[in-house]
């Protein structure tokens, strides 16, 4: 089915240990997204990219990284984990950065920091 | 810049009661306008939009109305059902901007 994948889904790190959040998405869309959701809070924007080759700083960008690889893929790094990035990552794409189609979101990686 | 403001919730509902959420944003462009619902333990799913005012949204029972006069965009059903109880996004879009959501509105519907 067409969408928007994210691996893993669950993910235990411990303080200090990296790792790298995975998305792809099949629509070819250009633009794709990075956001956090933490009980209780809506979404938060981490990184964005409006097209392949271009990548920009969301709300809270502070002790992430990411790489838009081509233009199915848009990885987030996390280089040193922190018990504060403990959080439901989603990973959206959308066709342009501003549409009137909205944006997919996969379906989360549940990531907790120890 | 532009924002958008969702009622507080959870909203508490039985079966086949009325639903309305409010949605309230502040544009400086014409925006399209949308509704997300997030079940439990999934991601987000587009539920309805409308892309300019007077336009009405609806999807699965539910409807929402593009009301630039009250700058509003409420979500409303009819009778909900249990399998309704998610929590639901109000987003805006300018073009070339990012989407912007409200802050999601949790809804829980008894039998």
């Known amino acids: 089915n067409a969408g928007v994948t994210q691996t893993p889904k669950f993910q235990v790190l411990k303080t200090g240990q990296s790792m790298t959040l995975q998305c792809a998405q099949d629509?070819?869309?250009?633009?794709m997204y990075w956001y956090r959701q933490d009980p209780g809070m809506g979404l938060r924007l981490i990184y964005y990219?409006?097209?392949?080759?271009?990548?920009d700083k969301g709300e809270v960008p502070n002790g992430y990284n990411v790489s838009r690889l081509n233009k199915r893929e848009f990885s987030l790094r996390l280089e040193s984990a922190a018990p504060s990035q403990t959080s439901v990552y989603f990973c959206?794409?959308?066709?342009?950065?501003?549409?009137?189609?909205?944006?997919?979101f996969g379906s989360g990686t549940r990531l907790t920091v120890v | 810049g532009n924002s958008v403001t969702q009622m507080e919730g959870p909203v508490t509902l039985s079966e086949e009661a009325f639903l309305t959420i409010n949605c309230t944003y502040t544009a400086t462009g014409y925006p399209s306008l949308f509704w997300y619902v997030q079940y439990p333990g999934e991601g987000l799913q587009l539920l309805l939009k409308a892309t300019k005012a007077d336009d009405k949204g609806s999807n699965k029972g539910f409807e929402a109305t593009y009301r630039k006069e009250t700058t509003s965009f409420h979500l409303e059903k009819g009778s909900v059902q249990v399998s309704d109880s998610a929590v639901y996004f109000c987003a805006l879009s300018d073009p070339f901007q990012k989407l912007v959501f409200g802050t999601g509105t949790r809804l829980l519907v008894s039998p």
């Open positions: 990219s409006a097209s392949e080759g271009t990548t």
């Open positions: 629509m070819n869309h250009n633009s």
């Open positions: 959206a794409s959308s066709e342009e950065l501003g549409n009137n189609y909205g944006y997919t």
